[in-house]
């Protein structure tokens, strides 16, 4: 069973920055393609960042370009999110969550994820 803990939500201030981490245990954490989505209150879970199996490659949504970076430690099986620049549009629960993949792609849609954590509040003031 492959558990998936968020931590490094908060309140910020517009314009400041978070960094959330994800831990992933009971798999080896090379072979799963990572990837961040969020859930603002009264919508849909929104794709963020996704990362490859050995962090080759990487994708975003285009809000987040340029702000967010994903990255990830398979030594340590974790994978981080660097934000900054936060604005309060980027106020949601994240979400991390794996999937197996055969080969170095990017996976950005959630219904390709097997495996979810149970989130971390990001709260971003104006």
């Known amino acids: 069973q492959v558990q998936l803990i968020e931590s490094g939500g908060g309140l910020v201030q517009a314009g400041g920055s978070l960094r959330l981490s994800c831990a992933v245990s009971?798999?080896?954490?090379?072979?799963?393609?990572m990837g961040w989505f969020r859930q603002a209150p009264g919508k849909g879970r929104e794709f963020v960042a996704a990362?490859?199996?050995?962090?080759?490659?990487?994708d975003y949504t285009d809000s987040v370009k340029g702000r967010f970076t994903i990255s990830r430690d398979n030594a340590k099986n974790t994978v981080l999110l660097q934000m900054n620049s936060l604005k309060p549009e980027d106020t949601a629960v994240y979400y991390c969550?794996?999937?197996?993949?055969?080969?170095?792609?990017?996976?950005?849609?959630?219904?390709?994820?097997?495996?979810w954590g149970h989130g971390t509040q990001v709260t971003v003031s104006s």
């Open positions: 009971g798999r080896t954490f090379s072979t799963t393609g």
């Open positions: 990362i490859s199996r050995n962090g080759y490659k990487s």
């Open positions: 969550a794996a999937v197996y993949l055969s080969s170095e792609t990017v996976a950005v849609r959630a219904t390709m994820y097997k495996y």
